[in-house]
C-alpha cells in the first residue's frame, strides 16, 4: 500500500474526529450533557452513533480475516452482531430506558435497591470494556504498521491520545456527533472500493468460486513467516526455503515437504509456486499466546457454531458502550425507534466484509500464513487494483478503519469512564470524569502488547461471551422477573460472568491449546449462559425474603409507556 496516500487519509480522519468532537464541546455544559447528552438525542442521530461505535476493529478487518481464513462458517459473525440488536429491541431497550438510570450499574442499584448489586454490576461493566478495548488497540496498530511500517505500538497510542482528548472534553455530547459521522465514513470507505473490486474481479478471469477448497496462490508468492508456526500438510509440498524448517537451517533451498505438521521458524521466508494449494497454519501450539480460536472449530465445529450464535445473540445487550446509548433517548418510544433503525445501518454495513474475505482467499491466500489476516481489507485495493486507483481506495479504506477504531473506542471509554467516575473515584463532578476518562484508556493501552496476537474478531467474540453470561441474565430477569432478588442477581453475574472471563483468560494464554476442553474454554457461551440464569433463578427463589421493596412500582415504570398521567401510574402500580 502506498503510505504517501494512506497516512494523509489517516491524518484527515484523526483532524475530522476531533473537529467534530469539538463542536460537541460547545454544547456540553452540565454533568447530564457529559453522562446522557442529556436524554435529548433523537431516533436517526441515535442510531447512527450507536451504529458508529459498534462497528469495530471486529467489523471492519476481522469479518474479513475470519473469512479468508476460515471461509464460509464465519459468516456467523455478522449475523449474530446484527441479530443481537433484534433480542435488545424486543426485550430490553424501551424498559432499560425507563428506567432512568445513567450506566448499568445504576440499573442493578434501580431495580435491586442494592450498592453490592451496584458495585458487581459496575465491575463486569470495567472488565468487559477494557476486553472491548484491547482489540481497538490492537487493530490500529496494524492498519499502521500495515501503511507504514511504524512499531504497532504507535497506532493503538494515536487512538488513545484523540479518544481521551474528545471523551474528556466534551463526554456523550461529543461523541454523539463523532460516532454519526464515523458509522458514513466506515460504510463509504467500505463501499465504494468494495464496487471497484467486484468490478475489478468480474473482468479479471478469476475463479468464480472464493470458497473452493483448498485455496490456491493465483501467482509465485513470497511468505515471510513473522510468528513461529506449524504448517498441516494433507498432500506434499515443494516450497522454496530461506530459513529453518523443522530444526533445520536452509539457505533458498526447494523442499518437498511430506504429508504431516512441519514447524516453520519465526523470519522464514517461503516462496510459492503458482497453483500451490495453501497450507493450513497452526499457532499457539508453542506454549505461548493463542493467536486463534481456529483449534476449537475443527474439533467441535457444531459446538463452536452454537457458542458464537449464542454469544453474539445475547451479548449485544450487555455490552456497556451500547447500553449507555439508550439512556440518552428521550423516552422507551424513541429507544424502540433507534433500536429499529439500528438493525437497518448496520444490516447494510455487514454485507460488505464478507466481499473483501471472499476475494481474500483469491488474491491474498498468503495472508493466512503470515498471521496478517486481519489486514486483507486493507491490502486488496493494491492487489486486485493497483495503480493510482488502487492506493486511492486503499487510503479510503484506510481512513474508515481508523473512524472504526475511534468511534468504538470512545464509546467504550465513555461507558467505562462513567462507571469509574460514579463507583471508584470519590467524586462524580466532570472534573472527576475527566480523570476517569484517563484511567479507562490507560490500563488496555498498557496491556495491549500482552494480547498481540489474537485476531480482533475472536478477541470481540470472547468480550461477548462474557457479556452474554453477565449482563444478559440481570437485564432480563430484572426487566421481566418479579422475584430476583439482589443475592441472585450477585450469585449470577459471579458465576456466569466469572465463569466466562475465566474461560477467556484461558484461552488468550493459549491453555489448553487442544482436545475438548480447549473447545469448551474457547466459546463458552454455550454452557455459562445458562448457568448465569440458572444461578440467578435458584439463588432469587431460595431467598424469597430479600426480593425488593417496591418491585412492583419499580417493574410498572419499566412497562408502561411515558405518556401515562401520575394517576393512571399509581392506579397501575396498585395492580401490579
Known amino acids: 500500500m502506498n503510505s504517501a496516500f494512506a497516512v494523509p487519509a489517516v491524518a484527515l480522519v484523526v483532524v475530522a474526529t476531533v473537529l467534530v468532537g469539538a463542536f460537541g464541546l460547545r454544547i456540553s455544559r452540565t454533568t447530564s450533557d ?3 447528552a442529556s436524554r435529548t438525542v433523537g431516533p436517526r442521530l441515535n442510531a447512527a452513533a450507536i451504529s458508529g461505535e459498534y462497528l469495530s476493529a471486529a467489523s471492519f478487518l476481522g469479518i474479513a480475516g475470519l473469512v479468508l481464513v476460515q471461509g464460509p462458517d464465519m459468516l456467523w459473525y455478522p449475523v449474530g ?16 430506558r425507563r428506567s432512568g438510570a445513567y450506566t448499568l450499574p445504576d440499573f442493578a442499584e434501580a431495580r435491586l435497591g442494592s450498592q453490592s448489586s451496584r458495585r458487581l454490576a459496575g465491575a463486569f461493566v470495567v472488565g468487559v470494556g477494557w476486553l472491548y478495548l484491547l482489540p481497538q488497540l490492537q487493530g490500529a496498530g496494524l492498519t499502521l504498521t500495515v501503511l507504514t511500517g511504524a512499531p504497532d505500538s504507535l497506532g493503538g497510542l494515536i487512538v488513545a491520545v484523540v479518544v481521551t482528548a474528545i471523551v474528556a472534553a466534551g463526554g456523550m455530547r461529543s461523541i454523539t456527533f463523532v460516532q454519526a459521522f464515523q458509522y458514513w465514513l466506515k460504510l463509504t470507505a467500505l463501499l465504494v472500493p468494495a464496487l471497484f473490486l467486484v468490478l475489478a474481479w468480474q473482468g479479471d478471469g478469476a ?27 494433507d498432500r506434499p509440498l515443494t516450497v522454496t526455503v530461506d530459513g529453518r524448517v523443522d530444526g533445520r537451517p536452509h539457505r533458498d533451498a526447494v523442499l518437498r515437504l511430506p504429508v504431516g505438521t512441519h514447524h516453520i521458524e519465526r523470519g522464514t521466508r517461503l516462496t510459492f509456486a503458482e497453483g500451490t494449494a495453501v497450507p493450513v497454519a497452526e499457532r499457539g501450539s508453542n506454549g505461548g499466546m493463542s493467536t486463534s480460536l481456529a483449534a476449537g472449530r475443527e474439533e467441535r465445529p457444531l459446538y463452536a457454531t452454537y457458542g458464537l450464535i449464542l454469544a453474539t445473540f445475547l451479548g449485544t445487550m450487555g455490552l456497556p458502550h451500547v447500553v449507555v446509548r439508550f439512556y440518552t433517548s428521550p423516552h422507551g418510544v424513541a429507544a424502540r425507534r433507534t433500536t429499529v433503525a439500528v438493525l437497518a445501518l ?49 487510503a479510503l479504506v484506510a481512513g474508515g478503519a481508523f473512524a472504526a477504531f475511534l468511534s468504538t473506542a470512545s464509546g467504550l471509554t ?28 490507560a490500563v488496555p493501552l498498557a496491556a495491549s502488547p500482552l494480547v498481540g496476537g489474537l485476531p480482533v474478531a475472536d478477541a470481540v467474540g470472547l468480550a461477548f461471551a462474557v457479556s452474554a453470561s453477565s449482563f444478559c441474565p440481570l437485564l432480563v430477569l430484572g426487566i421481566w422477573w418479579r422475584r430476583l432478588t439482589p443475592p ?89
Open 346 to 394: 448496520i444490516g447494510a454495513f455487514y454485507l460488505l466484509p464478507p466481499v473483501y474475505g471472499a476475494l481474500g482467499r483469491l488474491y491474498a491466500p498468503e495472508l493466512a500464513l503470515s498471521g496478517d489476516a486481519d489486514a486483507a481489507v486493507l491490502l486488496l485495493p493494491d492487489r486486485v487494483i493497483g495503480g493510482l486507483g488502487g492506493d486511492l481506495l486503499g
Open 34 to 36: 457529559f453522562y446522557v
Open 414 to 441: 465513555m461507558a467505562v469512564a462513567g462507571v469509574l467516575t460514579q463507583d471508584v473515584l470519590p467524586a462524580r463532578g466532570v472534573r472527576h470524569f475527566r480523570l476517569g476518562t484517563g484511567l479507562a484508556m
Open 81 to 96: 452482531y446484527t441479530a443481537g440488536y433484534l433480542v435488545l429491541l424486543l426485550f430490553v431497550a424501551a424498559p432499560l
Open 488 to 576: 441472585g442477581a450477585a450469585a449470577g453475574m459471579l458465576v456466569g460472568g466469572g465463569s466466562a472471563f475465566a474461560a477467556v483468560a484461558a484461552t488468550m494464554a493459549g491453555f489448553p491449546g487442544t482436545g475438548g476442553l480447549h473447545a469448551l474454554l474457547a466459546w463458552p457461551a454455550l454452557w455459562s449462559v445458562p448457568l448465569g440464569f440458572l444461578t440467578m433463578i435458584l439463588v432469587s427463589l431460595a431467598t424469597p425474603g430479600r426480593v425488593p421493596a417496591g418491585t412492583a412500582a419499580i417493574l410498572a415504570r419499566f412497562h408502561l409507556p411515558e405518556e401515562l398521567s401520575t394517576e393512571e401510574l399509581r392506579a397501575a402500580e396498585a395492580k401490579a
Open 207 to 233: 475463479p468464480r468460486d472464493a470458497f473452493g477448497e483448498p485455496a490456491t496462490f493465483r501467482d509465485q508468492r513470497v511468505v515471510r513467516v513473522d510468528d513461529t508456526l506449524d504448517l498441516r500438510l
